[in-house]
């Protein structure tokens, strides 16, 4: 598996510059079929809620999906690797398909059990639900964020819109841009998702050879790490701090934090630290979400949506519970120094599954505090909260068998977000104005014209580029002015 891992990795680094054209057209390719495949996940789903006939109806189902989905996949495979104008590289694609085709039906155990733990799930399974109605809309939102046109420019424009200039894409200036293929790290953190997105796929089929843990999915760990996660054998530290460079630092009893989302490679993850440094003017403190890979990103995501209720179907893995603790640990730092010093602002900053992240970190620390009056109100005096693109359903903590908003646990709670961002539209965009969601909807603020889900390609830090901008608090603390 390491050598055809390899040999992918050579493979998609060849293919990569022609990567608007090829993609594009593998989507397109995909809005066609869709429809039908959505239809028939859909009917799985309501067969296997029931334990008895869950591998009849995963077996049943994979065999009328098989047909539509090799076609998508043969199809898809040949127009990425095409592209490298190397027939040898496009036989091993295919050949690498068909083996992984192969061991799918042989190895369905695990993958039955991720099944079942999603549909099982009562929140997850009605957040399935819509995602298989609007299969249209989920590869819309894909294509929106490989396209370079969406990619936003450096600096917000007038009235948040993205202008283009003599043929060139608007956001060729924008040097946080994580799909910025002309430079090399983006292209080697795009081929290392490859990689993991296919050890994920491999360690699923293998623990399904296996058999299933007798604990459920919380057997099921995920730690898919590269060579490229270690430096002399050693792992990149769980935190890094983008310094500002040439200037002594503006309000120096201030803490700025951040913690990334899904499918971030080391790179993008300090790209996006620097991002908010540049634009604020602040000592950045990042804690660093290391990815396993889109595919386990989004299955782990599918376990911590909700916020009131115990989602123990899918468990987290080892990365993603690391940075839990080191966050919460960040926080407690930020808040209550060892030093006995006060802190003015904790300027806690997320994005994508981040928030999720934040929020469980969050739920933790008001649960520990809630018998302690005192650092109850001192979390409420010096914490601010800022969200991009949150996948969260609610925004809740319980307490003493009491729901509450985790926005009183803080002096201002703010979240941006695109309408068109499909993740977003799971979470705060979807539920903003549900009853009794923990979200204030005077404190969402959705972009004028945005598309895209990544921090640094989409996600605009400038009060123009949304509807009410002016109002947002986080704003005003752009070019190193004073945050409220």
């Not at 936003?152 to 994580?178: C, H, L, Q, V």
């Not at 996948?391 to 009183?408: A, F, H, K, M, Q």
Request: proline share 3%; aromatic share 8%; hydrophobic share 40%.
């Amino acid at each position: 598996m390491t050598n055809i891992v390899g040999d992918l990795a050579v493979a998609g680094a060849k293919a990569l510059p022609n990567w608007p054209r090829t993609f594009s057209k593998a989507i397109y390719d995909a809005l066609s079929m869709a429809k039908n495949v959505g239809q028939k996940v859909k009917t799985t789903g309501l067969q296997v809620r029931d334990d008895g006939i869950i591998t009849t109806a995963i077996n049943t189902s994979s065999r009328a999906l098989s047909s539509r989905v090799a076609d998508a996949a043969l199809r898809f495979a040949t127009d990425v690797f095409a592209a490298a104008g190397d027939t040898a590289i496009v036989d091993l694609i295919l050949e690498v398909i068909g083996h992984s085709l192969e061991a799918l039906t042989q190895s369905l155990s695990a993958a039955a059990l991720i099944v079942r733990g999603i549909f099982t799930n009562d929140t997850n399974e009605t957040t399935l639900g819509f995602i298989l109605d609007h299969l249209s809309d989920l590869f819309q939102f894909i294509l929106d964020m490989i396209q370079p046109e969406n990619v936003i420019p450096r600096f917000a424009t007038a009235g948040g819109t993205i202008e283009k200039d003599g043929g060139e894409f608007p956001g060729r200036d924008n040097p946080y841009n994580e799909l910025d293929l002309r430079r090399d790290a983006n292209r080697h953190a795009v081929v290392y998702q490859v990689q993991r997105v296919l050890l994920t796929l491999a360690a699923i089929l293998k623990q399904g050879r296996e058999g299933v843990p007798s604990n459920g999915l919380e057997g099921l760990e995920m730690n898919i790490t590269l060579r490229s996660d270690f430096k002399d054998g050693a792992p990149p530290p769980p935190t890094h701090v983008s310094k500002l460079e040439g200037s002594s630092t503006y309000y120096p009893n201030e803490k700025w934090l951040f913690i990334n989302g899904i499918a971030n490679e080391l790179v993008w993850f300090r790209l996006s630290c620097d991002k908010i440094r540049d634009t604020f003017k602040r000592e950045v403190k990042g804690i660093y979400n290391r990815s396993d890979g889109i595919l386990w990103d989004l299955i782990e995501c599918a376990g911590e949506r909700s916020a009131a209720e115990t989602n123990a179907n899918i468990e987290r893995t080892r990365s993603s519970k690391a940075a839990q603790a080191i966050l919460e640990q960040e926080l407690r730092d930020a808040l209550w120094p060892a030093d006995g010093s006060v802190p003015d602002k904790v300027v806690m900053i997320a994005h994508s599954q981040g928030c999720m992240i934040l929020r469980l970190a969050l739920q933790t620390l008001v649960q520990e505090i809630s018998k302690d009056s005192n650092r109850t109100r001192e979390m409420r005096e010096r914490l601010r909260v800022f969200t991009f693109g949150n996948p969260s359903i609610d925004w809740r903590v319980v307490v003493d068998g009491t729901e509450d908003s985790l926005s009183n646990y803080a002096m201002i709670t703010e979240h941006f977000a695109h309408q068109t961002d499909f993740v977003a539209v799971l979470g705060v965009v979807g539920h903003r104005d549900d009853r009794d969601s923990g979200y204030d909807k005077d404190s969402v603020f959705y972009t004028k014209k945005g598309k895209g889900h990544l921090f640094g390609a989409h996600y605009p830090l400038g009060a123009d580029a949304y509807e009410n901008g002016m109002e947002a608090k986080l704003f005003e603390a752009v070019n190193g002015n004073e945050i409220a």
